[in-house]
């Protein structure tokens, strides 16, 4: 495997489920971000982990919960979500502090019904 | 703060003419800039990046894009466009400062190619 990975690619969960997306990268990176697009809406940052540990959360609903366990791996727990939750989730690492060029993963597309 | 303004939700072209995406960004403080392209069902790849030095930057599939300061754009072109061009097209900014690591992207540009 190469660059960013993302499992499972699509989703179905009804809005009392739990189910976690995977993200690994295998850059060698020391950041992982979690993003939302929704469509007709700018990408929105989630979380960002950086040498495993959160420094930022842009005032995401707590039914969403990451967890960053090592260096190469994200994880998005889901739990009790809504509807208007449907959305592709991606994946994206970094390395270094001073350009963020981040390489993203294929995304895993949500529907919550 | 950042901000990023892309002009047109879509745009078409006639495959062969020129492309022009445009791209207008707010930063409090000198800005990283980037376009990423997304194709269909994939993440968002990194086409071209503005860091310092030279304001014209090049990038890959012949995609290149100029920094105006005094007009805060970062406008994206290519000279012939290829079907294989029709994508989505993503803006961002980023601080050159190491406060905050995220990029503020712009809400994108679909791009047709005509044949």
């Known amino acids: 495997e190469t660059g960013v990975t993302q499992t499972p690619r699509h989703l179905v969960m009804g809005m009392t489920n739990k189910k976690s997306l995977k993200c690994e990268q295998h850059?060698?990176?020391?950041?992982m971000y979690w993003y939302k697009q929704s469509a007709k809406k700018p990408l929105e940052l989630m979380f960002v982990y950086s040498l495993e540990e959160r420094v930022e959360n842009n005032s995401v609903p707590s039914r969403f919960s990451p967890e960053c366990p090592n260096s190469s791996h994200l994880f998005l727990h889901l739990h009790t979500l809504q509807p208007e939750d449907s959305a592709l989730y991606l994946c994206?690492?970094?390395?270094?502090?001073?350009?963020?060029?981040?390489?993203f993963g294929p995304g895993t597309r949500l529907t919550v019904t | 703060a950042q901000s990023v303004t892309q002009l047109g939700s879509h745009v078409s072209v006639s495959e062969g003419a020129l492309v022009l995406l445009r791209c207008n960004y707010s930063?409090?403080?000198?800005?990283?800039l980037f376009w990423y392209v997304q194709y269909p069902n994939q993440g968002l790849q990194l086409l071209l990046k503005?860091?310092?030095?030279?304001?014209l930057v090049k990038g890959i599939n012949g995609f290149e894009a100029e920094f105006k300061k005094s007009e805060t754009s970062f406008h994206l072109t290519k000279p012939s466009a290829h079907m294989s061009d029709a994508a989505e097209y993503f803006c961002a900014v980023s601080p050159m400062d190491t406060g905050r690591r995220a990029l503020t992207f712009g809400s994108g540009t679909r791009l047709q190619v005509q044949p």
């Open positions: 930063s409090s403080v000198p800005p990283y």
């Open positions: 994206a690492s970094s390395q270094g502090t001073a350009i963020y060029e981040q390489y």
């Open positions: 850059l060698g990176h020391n950041a």
């Open positions: 503005y860091t310092t030095g030279a304001t």
